[in-house]
């Protein structure tokens, strides 16, 4: 942690310095590669697009961009840090539609859920403690604090959730990935129903429960996937809380698993060290194989262990999330990365 805050503060130093100095005042990424190069492996290519969701930061500025989700509507909703504009909203051509937020200092993990035909969103903010579900709009509907009747949280800074998880009977499951790295599981009404995991390295705790998801793959056996992201592994949970799989990813710190169709996808926010940009995205079929690492090395494996991948030097800084439109391009917003807005992976 020491090491990361020592990244954070001299990255934002730099960042101030490129906001200053650099051609673009929009923080747009500064490596010499070609304007709009092909990345990834296999079936699964893409032609990046660091320009597309660029905008005046006098108007919608941006610090850590963390996550992102697509509605029916087809916009791109982000999380971002700046308190001017927590919630910013796209267009698939990259213009911000709409804007909200001022209470979400850190705001991080966004869920979307539809509820009767309509949808709304679960923020966690580690920063302020809390998750709140809203509408659309910003409204806030439910707020989740320290969970009482856990005594691990005694002290109120010990609650620092990351993400959450919302099963199909309503269940909420929150994932404390900045704290004790419990998984909190709620009915729909908010009322307690247990928890599980913890930090260590057990094979049902976490070293990092940062970000979590429901597999719906095996339509008979809905399973909760959750990241373990400092032991660069997935963890596969029933709904209940039992450990029935560990997925080893060697040198893939892992953000959340985004899942469409078969494939899960996530942001490899570093391969390797936090005082460096490393970072890539990852493609995995339904056997949980990698099969493409835009921005990084072509996938290997040894006697079935993955060979930890390499940073292609130019496509990313520090990605945190992938959304998947519906023509199956990516959109990636980043942690840490100069203020940089979210790039957009074209599916070649």
Request: charge should be neutral; aromatic fraction near 10%.
């Amino acid at each position: 942690m020491t090491s990361r805050r020592k990244f954070i503060r001299n990255a934002s130093l730099a960042s101030g310095l490129a906001l200053s100095s650099s051609p673009s005042a929009f923080g747009i990424l500064t490596h010499k590669t070609d304007d709009n190069p092909i990345v990834g492996h296999g079936d699964f290519t893409y032609k990046v697009d660091k320009k597309w969701g660029v905008q005046d930061p006098s108007k919608f500025p941006v610090k850590d961009c963390h996550e992102m989700v697509m509605d029916k509507r087809q916009r791109l909703i982000m999380t971002t840090t700046h308190t001017q504009n927590n919630i910013l909203i796209y267009d698939r051509s990259g213009k911000i539609v709409e804007a909200w937020g001022t209470e979400y200092p850190g705001a991080h993990g966004l869920t979307l859920v539809e509820e009767g035909g309509e949808e709304f969103l679960f923020i966690t903010d580690p920063n302020s403690k809390k998750v709140c579900k809203t509408t659309l709009k910003g409204q806030v509907l439910m707020t989740f604090n320290k969970p009482e009747e856990i005594p691990d949280y005694q002290e109120s800074n010990k609650f620092k959730p990351t993400e959450t998880a919302v099963a199909p009977n309503g269940d909420i499951y929150i994932a404390d990935g900045y704290g004790k790295d419990f998984i909190i599981q709620y009915d729909s009404r908010g009322n307690y129903i247990r928890h599980f995991g913890g930090h260590g390295k057990g094979k049902d705790q976490f070293e990092c429960a940062h970000g979590i998801t429901i597999d719906h793959r095996d339509a008979n056996n809905p399973s909760l996937l959750i990241t373990s992201r400092s032991a660069n592994e997935f963890k596969r949970f029933s709904m209940e809380g039992e450990h029935l799989e560990t997925i080893r990813l060697p040198g893939c710190y892992i953000c959340r698993p985004v899942i469409k169709g078969d494939l899960i996808y996530f942001a490899v926010i570093i391969t390797n060290d936090w005082d460096t940009f490393d970072g890539m995205i990852a493609v995995l079929d339904k056997n949980n194989k990698v099969i493409s690492l835009p921005g990084g090395s072509r996938p290997t494996y040894n006697n079935g262990v993955l060979t930890p991948p390499v940073y292609d030097q130019s496509t990313f800084m520090n990605p945190h999330d992938v959304c998947i439109d519906n023509d199956d391009n990516l959109y990636i917003p980043q942690w840490n990365s100069n203020k940089t807005y979210p790039l957009k992976l074209t599916r070649v």
